[in-house]
């Protein structure tokens, strides 16, 4: 059964500091990772697909990367804003069950201004 | 409207009643997903449909039950349900049931009282 982790589960930085943000998964075999952003109490709106073969993606000030072999994803967002205060969670899509997204337990980010 | 949309945003129910969650999706997808968020707990997967037929029942309690009439809509009925149900609902679609290629795409979600 895939696990997914996320370290940290909570941030706070302030204005302008760069976020790193982590996710560790245990199966290895997967088609690809999704990063998610959700404001308090509401939906998810996907941030970054990276597909399997592919190392990082990139989307303005978000850049995240894949190791696929060690199970093992990076968010980083340059120079925050007090608008990037959100919950960031990180899925996977296994090879087996491809349509089944696992999901870690999210960062709750708070950057302070 | 575009995406996915979600009626009501937030529905309050006691144990003994029946309601209905409401799931539409207007980008032309085959599959459609409810997903369950407890506080403090991942998301967790219970029914998926792909072109109106169900694919997954993830052990969820028969007081769930779902309906996917067409492609474009999805529904939860809601009947005898306890105060741990509580939680936030969320539907999201995807271009068909391999979502490795696209992704899927969210819903704002039904915040659920059971009181």
């Known amino acids: 059964k895939q696990e997914v982790t996320q370290i940290p589960a909570a941030l706070s930085v302030p204005e302008g500091e760069n976020l790193v943000l982590n996710c560790s998964f245990t199966?290895?075999?997967?088609?690809?990772l999704q990063w998610f952003r959700q404001d308090p109490g509401k939906g998810l709106t996907s941030l970054l697909l990276i597909q399997s073969s592919q190392r990082e993606q990139t989307s303005g000030r978000l850049n995240a990367s894949l190791d696929k072999s060690s199970g093992r994803s990076t968010l980083y967002i340059a120079a925050s804003q007090p608008g990037d205060s959100a919950t960031y969670l990180c899925a996977v899509i296994g090879v087996v069950a491809d349509y089944k997204l696992s999901f870690g337990a999210g960062t709750t980010v708070t950057v302070r201004a | 409207e575009t995406g996915v949309t979600q009626t009501p945003r937030h529905l309050v129910m006691g144990m003994t009643n029946k309601k209905s969650l409401k799931c539409e999706q207007h980008?032309?997808?085959?599959?459609m997903y409810w997903y369950k968020q407890s506080a403090k707990k991942p998301l967790e997967l219970m029914f998926v449909y792909s072109l109106e037929e169900r694919v997954e029942n993830n052990s969820v309690p028969s007081r769930f039950s779902p309906e996917c009439p067409n492609s474009s809509h999805l529904f939860l009925h809601l009947h005898t349900l306890q105060p741990e149900d509580s939680a936030l609902y969320l539907c999201a679609s995807s271009q068909d049931q391999a979502t490795s290629t696209y992704g899927q795409y969210f819903g704002p979600g039904t915040r659920l009282t059971v009181t």
């Open positions: 199966d290895s075999a997967i088609y690809n």
């Open positions: 980008l032309g997808h085959n599959a």
